[in-house]
């Protein structure tokens, strides 16, 4: 793997914005229709659906991409040499907490999946307003949805701050200090909706 460790980790930069990234907000976007009612999520996840050659887009551009970033995620994760303790400027506990996230996230992914995609594919379940109102009616698996969603949206987030310096675009210390706070901004904003929409299920 060493000899391909470059491009490996440069593909898994990338894919954490296009199309991980950006399916993340679309989803985000969805959810949030919960916040208006019962009727209106359902109308947009049946929007969602409609839409054609949906199978291939959610295997080709969701859940191929997102198995790679996780997987050689994980592989990062538990090869990285972290010590935030020893070294505890900010920097260093977010290179830390990236990592923690990335294992949440990705555990977090395949479980949400399970519950929404996979039961729904095999008959089991009806991929509507109901089904997550089932899904969040005990307060374990609402704080787990909690944390969830706060750690996908803080690896976003904090990613996005490294995708920009792994691909040359915030190069001077200013640039970086800017973009500090863009992502910072961005982790509120997704949190609140994400939460929002939540919370809109219980």
Same mark, same amino acid.
């Given at each position: 793997m060493k000899e391909h460790e470059f491009f490996y980790r440069k593909l898994h930069s990338i894919l954490g914005v296009i199309p991980i990234g950006a399916f993340l907000i679309q989803h985000f976007m969805i959810n949030y229709f919960a916040v208006y009612g019962e009727a209106q999520f359902n109308q947009a996840v049946r929007v969602v659906e409609s839409l054609p050659f949906l199978l291939f887009l959610e295997i080709f551009l969701i859940y191929i991409p997102i198995l790679y970033h996780g997987v050689l995620g994980v592989y990062i994760a538990t090869r990285s040499k972290n010590n935030p303790i020893r070294y505890g400027y900010v920097r260093n506990w977010l290179f830390y907490a990236q990592r923690v996230t990335g294992i949440i996230t990705f555990l977090f992914i395949l479980w949400h999946v399970y519950e929404t995609r996979i039961r729904v594919g095999l008959?089991?379940?009806? @991929?509507?307003?109901? #089904?997550?109102?089932?899904i969040l009616m005990t307060?374990?698996?609402?704080?787990?949805?909690?944390?969830?969603?706060?750690?996908?949206?803080?690896?976003?987030?904090?990613? @996005?701050?490294?995708? #920009?310096?792994?691909w040359g675009i915030t190069q001077s210390p200013k640039s970086q200090r800017m973009s500090t706070y863009v992502v910072m901004f961005i982790f509120l904003v997704m949190s609140y909706i994400g939460i929002r929409a939540l919370f809109s299920f219980v």
């Open positions: 008959g089991l379940e009806q @991929l509507n307003f109901e #089904l997550m109102e089932h307060p374990v698996m609402l704080i787990i949805y909690v944390i969830g969603i706060l750690s996908t949206t803080f690896h976003f987030a904090n990613g @996005l701050w490294s995708f #920009l310096i792994t």
